[in-house]
Every structure is written in C-alpha cells, then in structure tokens.
C-alpha cells in the first residue's frame, strides 16, 4: 500500500506516510479490485466499510424499480465513498457504487475509524475531524445536483452544469469526468435529446465539445 499517496488524500490529511502505516492495521484495512462495470455496493447493502479509491473510478449510481438511473456522482483517486451509511449502522444504501473502469478499493472499518484503537492511538481524532469534512463536501456535492437539475430545459440544465465547470477550473476549457451517456443520467434527460441540444449549442457558436472536452466560446444567456 503506497502509504505516501494515502498520506496526501482528503481522509488522512494531516499525518505521515509513517502514521497511516501505524493505521491500517487498526483500521482493519483491505484492498480489493474491480472490472469495469462490476458493483462494489449495490442499493439495499447495509455497509460497515468506508471504500477509498485507490485506482480507476466509481460511479454512484441511482437506479429505480423500473430501470431508470441517475448518476449522482463520480468517485476518483484519494476520494471516499459509502461514509454516511457505514457511520449510520443499519441504513440501508440508497444508491449503488459500481467501477467506472478497473479499479482499486481500500476499504476501512468506519467502527474503527470513529473509536479511539486499544492502543490509544492518537491519529483517530485527525481521522474524524477529517470524516466530517468529507461528509460536508458531499453534501455540497449533491447541493449541486439538484441546482443543475432544477431547470425544466436540457438546455438550463447544461448552461448550469457547464458554468459551474467553468468556474471551477477558472477557465472557458476544460474537461468533464462523465461521457456523453453519464451526463445525461447525472443531467436526468435523456442521452439523444442531450445530444441534440449540443449539436444547436456548437452551431449557435456558444460552444465546442469533443467527447468530454468542453470550450465554452461566447457568453451564453
């Protein structure tokens, strides 16, 4: 386990690659790996374990008894997934957690992560201050989902989505992490009537896109 690139990701930020190594074994922590498109949690799952990503990605996923889906968000390197429900004992998950790709997992017993060890380890308090933080980010997260999803028009509903792109990266290019059929289950429309929203949107001159590479060109209203 490359305790150097653990020591840099938002859970254990504020210790050394030589405290996460003192961690791990306390943490009961366990890798594992994952083929593209194989479900890490499903909806229903009761969880213990927070999952880190180590390689690849995940998608959250939302789907309903009747086969809809709704990606909430994309989990890459260093990011955590599946806290909330593992600090909630009991609570069954409302989502999915699937591989985006091939992709590594750390997994963490939340129990351990949330109760001092019986060593009396002192790196658990950095640990939950930061649990908490990420919980908060998440939340913003899915703030935003709703804000984006909240125009009666694919097209309000990209104009949002891009402009929060664009202010994040602090410019007018940039690249999203979601492929043309991801955004439309994260926009909540559907995938050929995006399409076509975007094809007007680059003959109207307001924007380029390939694949996932966006470039806004002109103030869009």
């Not at 690659?17 to 306390?26: F, I, Q």
């Not at 104009?159 to 602090?170: D, I, K, P, V, W």
Request: charged share 25%; net charge neutral; with cysteine.
């Amino acid at each position: 386990m490359d305790t150097f690139f653990l020591s840099n990701t938002n859970l254990f930020r504020g210790t050394t690659p030589e405290e996460v190594a003192s961690m791990l074994g306390c943490l009961m922590a366990e890798e594992k790996y994952y083929r593209k498109d194989e479900v890490i949690y499903r909806t229903g799952d009761i969880v213990h374990k927070i999952g880190m990503v180590i390689t690849g990605s995940v998608s959250i996923e939302n789907d309903d008894i009747w086969g809809n889906k709704s990606i909430l968000d994309k989990i890459g390197p260093g990011q955590v997934f599946a806290e909330t429900y593992a600090c909630a004992p009991g609570e069954p998950l409302m989502v999915s957690a699937v591989a985006a790709e091939t992709t590594g997992i750390l997994f963490l017993d939340v129990a351990k992560t949330l109760q001092p060890c019986s060593s009396a380890c002192g790196h658990h308090g950095k640990l939950i201050r930061n649990l908490l933080t990420i919980s908060a980010q998440k939340n913003l997260v899915l703030s935003r989902r709703i804000f984006h999803t909240s125009a009666k028009s694919i097209r309000g509903r990209l104009l949002s989505y891009l402009s929060f792109q664009a202010t994040r990266e602090g410019q007018r290019e940039f690249d999203i992490p979601f492929n043309r059929q991801q955004l439309a289950d994260y926009l909540s429309v559907d995938r050929s009537a995006l399409s076509n929203e975007l094809g007007k949107m680059q003959r109207e001159g307001l924007i380029t896109v390939h694949r996932n590479h966006f470039c806004i060109k002109s103030d869009i209203k």
